[in-house]
């Protein structure tokens, strides 16, 4: 036998209120036994409420290489951030 | 497309800056082959890793004890799980590496070519080997591959309920009848040395293992040297031997008030080399058993890709 389980994307929701987030992958032969695996593997002590498997293969990323080159035109938008602007210390709540 | 020059320049302006190398950024080659099989080596360590104490599980002497061994072993598994996963983000495939385990073209720890001859070496080893093995391991937290290194931090993590609970039950037998206060003592006096070499051969003299210690702090994989770290390790330990009332099996150990640190004798290298060369006590019996256990459950991983298969024939 040399066909192995398909690889899956294992994401962790800590508690209620939290995102889920990417705690590593495993090997899997359905998305069920991923689930059941994935608590196994990854939730041994309590460290998650809710379990997402996504099948590795099914995401798409962003660029090739995790190259700055993509996000460079969010490079030169300072204004974007609430501290490019320039208020009196009088203006409260602002 | 950049140049090759152009990206061994983005390569080492990560590693420069402290920081990490992550799946599809370029690299060299050979930072990807040493990564791959040190994670390998480590992977597989952990899983060979189970037997020797797996091997006191139906024999722990309360229920208490064996509840504790089959969660130790449980993580084991699961910290091999990770680093496999780690692995697999090189460009090998588990079974790949697996194969490589099994034909003993890839090593482990030669620390489970020992054997677990009484129940106080199970206290011993959590004390001894898993405190090694943190040692070790709490500076690959910041490795500069970025899996490797989220892996041990997961890793870390459990390891220090492993140590713990080893130290506890070592404690409990030196505070316990006189035979098992020996027992205790025993345990350690054959797993001292054994650990000590854990951290591989020294950095200098004839013996130093030929240079991977430097190419891999260049790289950020490393961050100290194999005997800073035993030193740590023996600073740490012998502390702790008092608490337990045990004698470590060195005449010559004794603080140093100069250096700061504990002197002691180094473990006998040559015999470290004659294991990893496949020549320890129980190096054939792990391999065996290891194999024996993969080519076992073969029907399973097989009957439940099966099912997967079917189940989707029936759903498409
Ligand atoms: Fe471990
Ligand atoms: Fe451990």
Redesign the pocket.
Same mark, same amino acid.
């Given at each position: 036998m040399t066909s192995q389980w398909p690889l899956w994307e294992v994401f962790v929701r800590a508690k209620r209120g939290l995102s889920h987030i990417h705690v590593g992958s495993l090997h899997a032969p359905d998305a069920a036994m991923a689930v059941r695996n994935a608590r196994d593997v990854y939730t041994r002590r309590g460290e998650g409420v809710s379990i997402w498997v996504v099948p590795s293969d099914q995401i798409t990323a962003s660029s090739p290489d995790e190259k700055d080159a993509f996000f460079d035109p969010a490079g030169d938008k300072v204004y974007r951030h609430p501290t490019f602007y320039e208020v009196p210390a009088e203006a409260k709540h602002l | 497309m950049a140049g090759t020059e152009e990206r061994e320049a983005a390569f080492y302006a990560i590693i420069d800056a402290d920081g990490r190398i992550e799946p599809r950024d370029d690299m060299p080659e050979a930072y990807r082959r040493t990564l791959v099989r040190q994670i390998a080596q480590h992977a597989h360590s &952990?899983i060979i890793?189970m037997q020797p104490e797996g091997n006191w599980i139906s024999r722990a002497p309360s229920l208490r004890r064996k509840a504790i061994l089959l969660a130790k072993v449980q !993580? &084991?598994a699961g910290?091999g799980l990770y680093l496999y996963a780690a692995a697999e983000t090189l460009g090998v495939s588990r079974d790949q590496l697996l194969e490589l385990l099994h034909a003993r073209k890839q090593k482990y720890s030669s620390i489970f070519n020992y054997p677990t001859l009484t129940w106080a070496d199970v206290g011993a080893i959590g004390w001894l080997v !898993?405190g090694a093995?943190i040692t070790n391991q709490v500076p690959l937290t910041r490795c500069s591959y970025g899996p490797y290194a989220r892996a041990m931090v997961r890793?870390c993590k &459990? &390891?220090s309920f492993?140590q713990r609970q080893g130290f506890e039950a070592l404690l409990t037998l030196t505070r316990g009848t006189p035979a098992q206060k020996a027992m205790a003592q025993d345990a350690l006096d054959r797993w001292w040395y054994p650990s000590l070499a854990m951290f591989g051969p020294p950095d200098t003299g004839e013996q130093a293992s030929g240079g991977h210690t430097e190419q891999s702090m260049r790289w950020g994989i490393k961050r100290f040297t194999n005997d800073e770290l035993r030193q740590r390790f023996v600073d740490m330990t012998v502390p702790q031997s008092q608490v337990l009332g045990l004698t470590i099996p060195d005449p010559d150990l004794r603080w140093n008030e100069e250096r700061g640190h504990y002197d002691f004798t180094p473990p006998d290298y040559d015999e470290l080399f004659r294991v990893i060369k496949g020549d320890g006590p129980c190096n054939a019996q792990r391999l065996a058993h290891r194999v024996a256990a993969h080519e076992d459950g073969a029907w399973v991983r097989e009957a439940a890709a099966a099912y997967a298969a079917k189940k989707q024939e029936v759903a498409a």
């Open positions: - | &952990e890793g !993580d &084991e910290h !898993d093995a890793i &459990e &390891e492993h």
